[in-house]
Protein backbone atom coordinates (compact mmCIF):
# COMPACT_ATOMS: atom_id res chain seq x y z
CA UNK A 1 0.00 0.00 0.00
CA UNK A 2 2.53 2.45 1.14
CA UNK A 3 4.02 1.58 -2.38
CA UNK A 4 1.48 2.55 -4.24
CA UNK A 5 0.59 5.56 -2.29
CA UNK A 6 4.41 6.62 -3.21
CA UNK A 7 4.67 5.97 -6.23
CA UNK A 8 1.74 8.39 -6.75
CA UNK A 9 4.02 10.83 -5.11
CA UNK A 10 0.92 10.78 -1.62
CA UNK A 11 4.14 11.28 0.75
CA UNK A 12 1.00 12.37 3.80
CA UNK A 13 -0.71 9.81 4.76
CA UNK A 14 -1.82 7.98 7.71
CA UNK A 15 -4.15 5.46 9.26
CA UNK A 16 -7.09 5.86 11.49
CA UNK A 17 -10.26 3.66 12.70
CA UNK A 18 -13.62 5.43 11.10
CA UNK A 19 -14.80 5.13 14.57
CA UNK A 20 -12.73 7.93 15.72
CA UNK A 21 -13.81 10.13 12.42
CA UNK A 22 -16.70 12.69 12.41
CA UNK A 23 -19.18 10.65 10.28
CA UNK A 24 -21.89 12.75 8.70
CA UNK A 25 -22.77 11.16 5.41
CA UNK A 26 -23.29 7.38 6.91
CA UNK A 27 -25.46 6.52 3.58
CA UNK A 28 -22.14 7.01 1.46
CA UNK A 29 -20.85 3.88 3.83
CA UNK A 30 -23.70 1.98 3.08
CA UNK A 31 -23.79 2.78 -0.79
CA UNK A 32 -19.95 1.20 -0.60
CA UNK A 33 -21.12 -1.67 1.89
CA UNK A 34 -18.81 -0.39 4.87
CA UNK A 35 -19.61 -0.57 8.50
CA UNK A 36 -18.34 1.59 11.32
CA UNK A 37 -15.28 -1.14 12.31
CA UNK A 38 -13.87 -0.12 8.82
CA UNK A 39 -10.03 1.57 8.22
CA UNK A 40 -9.17 5.00 6.59
CA UNK A 41 -6.07 5.71 5.35
CA UNK A 42 -6.33 9.72 4.76
CA UNK A 43 -4.01 11.52 2.30
CA UNK A 44 -2.60 14.63 1.62
CA UNK A 45 -2.51 15.97 -1.89
CA UNK A 46 -0.75 19.08 -2.60
CA UNK A 47 -1.97 20.93 -4.89
CA UNK A 48 -0.12 24.94 -5.35
CA UNK A 49 1.78 24.88 -8.63
CA UNK A 50 4.49 27.68 -8.86
CA UNK A 51 1.82 29.60 -11.34
CA UNK A 52 0.63 32.41 -9.58
CA UNK A 53 -3.18 32.73 -10.91
CA UNK A 54 -4.29 36.68 -11.56
CA UNK A 55 -8.12 36.59 -11.35
CA UNK A 56 -9.11 33.02 -9.58
CA UNK A 57 -8.29 30.94 -6.74
CA UNK A 58 -5.48 28.26 -7.27
CA UNK A 59 -7.85 25.56 -6.60
CA UNK A 60 -9.29 27.00 -9.83
CA UNK A 61 -6.76 27.43 -11.84
CA UNK A 62 -4.92 23.50 -11.43
CA UNK A 63 -6.65 20.76 -13.36
CA UNK A 64 -10.14 19.49 -11.30
CA UNK A 65 -8.60 17.39 -8.03
CA UNK A 66 -11.75 14.78 -8.45
CA UNK A 67 -10.42 14.00 -11.85
CA UNK A 68 -6.83 13.26 -10.00
CA UNK A 69 -9.12 11.58 -6.97
CA UNK A 70 -10.99 9.45 -10.00
CA UNK A 71 -7.91 8.21 -11.56
CA UNK A 72 -6.24 7.30 -7.74
CA UNK A 73 -9.29 5.19 -6.50
CA UNK A 74 -9.09 3.65 -10.02
CA UNK A 75 -5.47 2.57 -9.16
CA UNK A 76 -6.26 1.82 -5.75
CA UNK A 77 -9.10 -0.46 -6.64
CA UNK A 78 -7.10 -2.52 -9.18
CA UNK A 79 -4.51 -3.01 -6.30
CA UNK A 80 -6.79 -4.10 -4.38
CA UNK A 81 -8.56 -6.45 -6.87
CA UNK A 82 -4.96 -8.32 -6.91
CA UNK A 83 -3.86 -8.33 -3.58
CA UNK A 84 -7.24 -8.42 -1.46
CA UNK A 85 -9.85 -9.91 -3.79
CA UNK A 86 -12.30 -9.87 -0.88
CA UNK A 87 -11.79 -6.87 0.92
CA UNK A 88 -14.47 -3.63 0.51
CA UNK A 89 -12.84 -0.57 -0.54
CA UNK A 90 -13.66 2.49 -1.64
CA UNK A 91 -11.63 6.00 -2.10
CA UNK A 92 -13.97 9.49 -1.40
CA UNK A 93 -12.70 12.69 -1.93
CA UNK A 94 -14.66 15.77 -0.72
CA UNK A 95 -17.64 14.36 -1.09
CA UNK A 96 -16.95 11.96 1.36
CA UNK A 97 -18.78 10.51 4.23
CA UNK A 98 -16.36 12.33 7.13
CA UNK A 99 -15.43 15.25 8.05
CA UNK A 100 -11.81 15.34 6.04
CA UNK A 101 -9.73 18.47 8.13
CA UNK A 102 -11.09 16.69 11.41
CA UNK A 103 -9.78 12.86 10.47
CA UNK A 104 -6.43 14.59 8.65
CA UNK A 105 -5.79 16.19 11.93
CA UNK A 106 -6.45 13.68 14.41
CA UNK A 107 -4.15 11.34 12.27
CA UNK A 108 -1.35 13.49 13.03
CA UNK A 109 -0.94 14.72 9.15
CA UNK A 110 -0.94 18.08 10.26
CA UNK A 111 -3.33 20.57 12.62
CA UNK A 112 -6.20 23.13 12.46
CA UNK A 113 -5.73 26.57 11.54
CA UNK A 114 -8.45 29.21 12.32
CA UNK A 115 -9.67 29.38 8.86
CA UNK A 116 -10.83 25.80 9.18
CA UNK A 117 -8.39 24.49 6.91
CA UNK A 118 -5.72 21.38 7.84
CA UNK A 119 -2.03 23.38 8.15
CA UNK A 120 0.35 20.80 6.79
CA UNK A 121 4.30 21.95 7.98
CA UNK A 122 5.57 21.21 4.13
CA UNK A 123 2.47 22.45 2.23
CA UNK A 124 0.69 24.42 4.46
CA UNK A 125 -3.36 24.51 3.42
CA UNK A 126 -2.69 24.24 -0.42
CA UNK A 127 -3.69 20.04 0.10
CA UNK A 128 -6.74 18.49 -0.98
CA UNK A 129 -7.69 15.85 1.15
CA UNK A 130 -9.00 12.22 0.06
CA UNK A 131 -8.87 8.85 2.17
CA UNK A 132 -9.49 4.82 1.13
CA UNK A 133 -11.98 3.53 3.38
CA UNK A 134 -11.59 -0.35 3.24
CA UNK A 135 -13.04 -3.27 6.35
CA UNK A 136 -9.31 -4.22 5.98
CA UNK A 137 -7.53 -3.79 9.20
CA UNK A 138 -3.94 -1.62 9.03
CA UNK A 139 -1.72 -4.60 9.34
CA UNK A 140 -2.85 -6.93 6.87
CA UNK A 141 -1.78 -3.51 4.03
CA UNK A 142 1.42 -2.96 5.98
CA UNK A 143 0.15 -0.21 8.38
CA UNK A 144 -0.57 0.59 11.65
CA UNK A 145 -3.15 2.74 13.14
CA UNK A 146 -1.45 5.96 14.24
CA UNK A 147 -1.05 6.98 17.49
CA UNK A 148 -4.26 9.31 18.13
CA UNK A 149 -2.75 12.76 18.00
CA UNK A 150 -5.11 15.36 19.71
CA UNK A 151 -6.52 18.22 17.82
CA UNK A 152 -4.07 20.72 17.46
CA UNK A 153 -4.81 24.13 16.50
CA UNK A 154 -1.93 26.92 14.23
CA UNK A 155 -0.71 29.58 17.05
CA UNK A 156 -3.72 31.90 16.06
CA UNK A 157 -2.04 35.33 14.48
CA UNK A 158 -5.19 36.58 13.83
CA UNK A 159 -3.93 37.23 10.03
CA UNK A 160 -6.76 35.32 8.50
CA UNK A 161 -9.06 36.77 10.98
CA UNK A 162 -8.36 40.52 9.40
CA UNK A 163 -8.20 39.30 5.86
CA UNK A 164 -11.02 37.49 5.58
CA UNK A 165 -13.17 39.82 2.83
CA UNK A 166 -16.66 38.39 4.65
CA UNK A 167 -15.83 38.10 8.00
CA UNK A 168 -15.92 34.60 8.42
CA UNK A 169 -13.59 34.20 11.49
CA UNK A 170 -15.38 37.47 13.73
CA UNK A 171 -14.76 36.42 16.90
CA UNK A 172 -17.97 38.40 17.82
CA UNK A 173 -20.40 37.50 15.29
CA UNK A 174 -18.75 34.57 12.73
CA UNK A 175 -20.62 35.23 9.69
CA UNK A 176 -22.48 31.92 8.13
CA UNK A 177 -20.00 29.55 5.69
CA UNK A 178 -22.38 30.24 3.42
CA UNK A 179 -21.09 34.07 3.18
CA UNK A 180 -17.42 32.71 2.10
CA UNK A 181 -16.81 34.60 -0.72
CA UNK A 182 -15.53 30.94 -1.78
CA UNK A 183 -19.32 29.82 -1.71
CA UNK A 184 -20.85 33.21 -3.24
CA UNK A 185 -18.70 32.59 -6.10
CA UNK A 186 -19.89 29.00 -6.59
CA UNK A 187 -23.60 30.09 -6.31
CA UNK A 188 -26.08 29.68 -8.85
CA UNK A 189 -28.30 32.93 -9.59
CA UNK A 190 -27.67 36.65 -9.29
CA UNK A 191 -25.17 37.92 -7.50
CA UNK A 192 -25.97 41.05 -5.16
CA UNK A 193 -23.79 44.43 -5.25
CA UNK A 194 -22.21 43.37 -2.16
CA UNK A 195 -21.06 40.18 -3.63
CA UNK A 196 -20.12 41.42 -6.94
CA UNK A 197 -17.92 44.11 -5.31
CA UNK A 198 -16.58 41.60 -2.61
CA UNK A 199 -15.32 39.21 -6.07
CA UNK A 200 -13.51 42.09 -7.82
CA UNK A 201 -12.42 43.69 -4.52
CA UNK A 202 -10.34 40.55 -3.38
CA UNK A 203 -9.40 39.02 -7.15
CA UNK A 204 -10.77 36.00 -7.45
CA UNK A 205 -13.63 34.85 -9.67
CA UNK A 206 -13.62 31.42 -8.43
CA UNK A 207 -12.90 30.60 -4.86
CA UNK A 208 -11.24 32.58 -2.43
CA UNK A 209 -7.45 31.87 -1.05
CA UNK A 210 -7.19 35.32 1.14
CA UNK A 211 -7.09 33.03 4.47
CA UNK A 212 -4.33 31.06 3.03
CA UNK A 213 -2.32 33.01 1.51
CA UNK A 214 -1.89 35.63 4.83
CA UNK A 215 -1.23 32.63 6.68
CA UNK A 216 2.24 32.51 7.74
CA UNK A 217 2.51 28.88 7.39
CA UNK A 218 2.07 29.26 3.85
CA UNK A 219 5.26 31.89 3.67
CA UNK A 220 7.54 28.95 2.99
CA UNK A 221 5.36 26.44 2.30
CA UNK A 222 6.44 23.99 -0.85
CA UNK A 223 4.60 23.95 -4.22
CA UNK A 224 3.39 20.37 -5.51
CA UNK A 225 5.41 17.65 -6.96
CA UNK A 226 2.63 16.20 -8.77
CA UNK A 227 2.65 16.88 -12.19
CA UNK A 228 -1.49 16.56 -12.93
CA UNK A 229 -0.92 20.37 -10.66
CA UNK A 230 1.54 20.98 -12.57
CA UNK A 231 0.09 20.65 -16.16
CA UNK A 232 -1.93 22.73 -17.75
CA UNK A 233 -2.73 25.80 -15.14
CA UNK A 234 -4.28 29.02 -15.94
CA UNK A 235 -3.26 31.62 -14.68
CA UNK A 236 -6.66 33.85 -16.10
CA UNK A 237 -10.05 32.85 -16.40
CA UNK A 238 -12.46 35.58 -19.15
CA UNK A 239 -14.80 35.25 -20.95
CA UNK A 240 -13.13 34.00 -24.54
CA UNK A 241 -11.36 31.07 -22.60
CA UNK A 242 -14.42 29.78 -21.25
CA UNK A 243 -16.38 30.50 -24.77
CA UNK A 244 -13.58 28.46 -26.30
CA UNK A 245 -13.42 25.82 -24.47
CA UNK A 246 -15.18 22.79 -25.75
CA UNK A 247 -17.45 21.17 -23.19
CA UNK A 248 -14.72 18.17 -22.80
CA UNK A 249 -12.08 20.31 -22.13
CA UNK A 250 -14.53 22.55 -19.42
CA UNK A 251 -15.31 19.28 -17.96
CA UNK A 252 -11.43 19.15 -16.29
CA UNK A 253 -11.68 22.27 -14.65
CA UNK A 254 -12.43 22.57 -10.87
CA UNK A 255 -15.31 25.42 -11.83
CA UNK A 256 -17.28 23.14 -14.37
CA UNK A 257 -18.74 21.35 -11.37
CA UNK A 258 -22.19 24.22 -11.16
CA UNK A 259 -21.95 24.62 -15.45
CA UNK A 260 -20.15 26.48 -17.65
CA UNK A 261 -23.43 29.48 -17.76
CA UNK A 262 -22.12 30.25 -13.89
CA UNK A 263 -18.75 30.87 -14.16
CA UNK A 264 -19.57 32.49 -17.48
CA UNK A 265 -21.44 34.68 -15.15
CA UNK A 266 -18.66 35.76 -13.48
CA UNK A 267 -16.14 36.63 -16.27
CA UNK A 268 -18.71 38.73 -17.33
CA UNK A 269 -18.54 40.24 -14.04
CA UNK A 270 -14.77 41.07 -14.72
CA UNK A 271 -15.33 41.54 -18.16
CA UNK A 272 -17.45 44.69 -17.50
CA UNK A 273 -15.62 45.54 -13.86
C1 LIG B 1 -18.87 22.41 2.28
C2 LIG B 1 -17.41 22.70 2.03
C3 LIG B 1 -17.05 24.04 1.74
C4 LIG B 1 -18.05 25.19 1.90
C5 LIG B 1 -18.24 25.47 3.39
C6 LIG B 1 -16.93 25.35 4.17
C7 LIG B 1 -17.10 24.98 5.64
N1 LIG B 1 -16.00 25.01 6.35
O1 LIG B 1 -18.17 24.70 6.11
C8 LIG B 1 -17.34 26.36 1.11
C9 LIG B 1 -17.86 26.43 -0.31
C10 LIG B 1 -17.44 27.73 1.74
C11 LIG B 1 -15.89 25.84 1.07
C12 LIG B 1 -14.83 26.66 0.80
C13 LIG B 1 -13.52 26.22 0.74
N2 LIG B 1 -13.12 24.93 0.75
CO1 LIG B 1 -14.26 23.44 1.21
N3 LIG B 1 -15.20 21.89 1.74
C14 LIG B 1 -16.44 21.69 2.08
C15 LIG B 1 -16.65 20.20 2.44
C16 LIG B 1 -17.28 19.51 1.22
C17 LIG B 1 -17.49 19.92 3.68
C18 LIG B 1 -17.10 20.77 4.90
C19 LIG B 1 -18.15 20.59 5.95
O2 LIG B 1 -19.29 20.93 5.74
N4 LIG B 1 -17.77 19.97 7.09
C20 LIG B 1 -18.68 19.58 8.12
C21 LIG B 1 -19.14 20.80 8.94
C22 LIG B 1 -20.03 20.30 10.02
O3 LIG B 1 -17.95 21.42 9.27
P1 LIG B 1 -17.63 22.54 10.30
O4 LIG B 1 -18.22 22.28 11.61
O5 LIG B 1 -17.74 23.86 9.63
O6 LIG B 1 -16.04 22.14 10.47
C23 LIG B 1 -15.06 22.61 9.61
C24 LIG B 1 -13.93 23.23 10.38
O7 LIG B 1 -14.41 23.82 11.53
C25 LIG B 1 -12.92 22.15 10.61
N5 LIG B 1 -12.99 21.45 11.90
C26 LIG B 1 -13.37 20.20 12.12
N6 LIG B 1 -13.23 19.86 13.37
C27 LIG B 1 -12.74 20.94 14.00
C28 LIG B 1 -12.39 21.12 15.32
C29 LIG B 1 -11.88 22.38 15.70
C30 LIG B 1 -11.49 22.56 17.12
C31 LIG B 1 -11.76 23.44 14.75
C32 LIG B 1 -11.26 24.77 15.11
C33 LIG B 1 -12.12 23.23 13.45
C34 LIG B 1 -12.58 21.97 13.08
O8 LIG B 1 -13.14 21.22 9.57
C35 LIG B 1 -14.44 21.41 8.96
C36 LIG B 1 -14.26 21.52 7.46
O9 LIG B 1 -14.30 22.80 6.94
C37 LIG B 1 -15.17 19.75 2.71
C38 LIG B 1 -14.89 18.27 2.40
C39 LIG B 1 -15.26 17.33 3.53
N7 LIG B 1 -15.91 16.26 3.19
O10 LIG B 1 -14.95 17.56 4.69
C40 LIG B 1 -14.38 20.71 1.79
C41 LIG B 1 -13.00 21.15 2.22
C42 LIG B 1 -13.02 21.51 3.69
N8 LIG B 1 -12.78 22.37 1.43
C43 LIG B 1 -11.58 22.52 1.00
C44 LIG B 1 -11.09 23.66 0.31
C45 LIG B 1 -9.76 23.52 -0.40
C46 LIG B 1 -11.82 24.86 0.32
C47 LIG B 1 -11.33 26.25 -0.12
C48 LIG B 1 -9.88 26.56 0.28
C49 LIG B 1 -11.50 26.37 -1.67
C50 LIG B 1 -11.17 27.76 -2.21
N9 LIG B 1 -9.91 28.06 -2.50
O11 LIG B 1 -12.06 28.55 -2.42
C51 LIG B 1 -12.35 27.16 0.60
C52 LIG B 1 -11.87 27.58 2.00
C53 LIG B 1 -12.91 28.21 2.86
C54 LIG B 1 -12.63 28.04 4.33
N10 LIG B 1 -11.75 28.86 4.89
O12 LIG B 1 -13.20 27.13 4.96
C55 LIG B 1 -10.71 21.34 1.41
C56 LIG B 1 -9.81 21.77 2.57
C57 LIG B 1 -8.41 21.19 2.52
C58 LIG B 1 -7.65 21.58 3.76
N11 LIG B 1 -6.36 21.75 3.61
O13 LIG B 1 -8.21 21.70 4.82
C59 LIG B 1 -11.79 20.25 1.78
C60 LIG B 1 -11.36 19.27 2.88
C61 LIG B 1 -12.07 19.49 0.46
C62 LIG B 1 -11.00 18.46 0.12
N12 LIG B 1 -11.38 17.21 -0.03
O14 LIG B 1 -9.83 18.76 0.00
N13 LIG B 1 -15.83 24.51 1.35
S1 LIG C 1 -12.01 31.54 1.81
FE1 LIG C 1 -12.01 33.82 1.78
S2 LIG C 1 -14.07 34.45 2.44
FE2 LIG C 1 -13.82 32.26 2.94
S3 LIG C 1 -13.10 32.20 5.05
FE3 LIG C 1 -11.22 32.27 3.78
S4 LIG C 1 -10.76 34.44 3.52
FE4 LIG C 1 -12.84 34.33 4.30
S1 LIG D 1 -3.43 33.13 9.54
FE1 LIG D 1 -2.80 32.85 11.71
S2 LIG D 1 -4.76 32.48 12.78
FE2 LIG D 1 -5.15 32.16 10.61
S3 LIG D 1 -4.83 29.95 10.25
FE3 LIG D 1 -2.86 30.95 9.81
S4 LIG D 1 -1.74 30.89 11.79
FE4 LIG D 1 -3.91 30.46 12.25
Redesign the pocket.
Known amino acids: MKKLLNENKIEFFSCIPLSKCKI ?1 KKYLLERASLTEDASVIIMLIPYRSKIIPKNI ?1 V ?1 ASVKDYHKFTDELRTRVKTFFEKEYPYAKVELF ?2 H ?1 PI ?4 AACISGLGF ?1 GD ?4 INEKYS ?1 F ?4 EIITDLKPEAFGMEYAKEAE ?1 K ?1 CYGCGACHSACPSN ?1 MDESDPRP ?1 SE ?1 L ?2 IT ?1 KKGELNEKEIKMMLDNGSIW ?3 V ?2 NVCPYTKNAEYTPIDFFNEDVIDEITTDKIDMMSDDELFTRPFSWRGRDIIRRNTEIYKNR
Open positions: YSYADSDEVHINGLLSVFLCLRCKCSAQGCDCQ
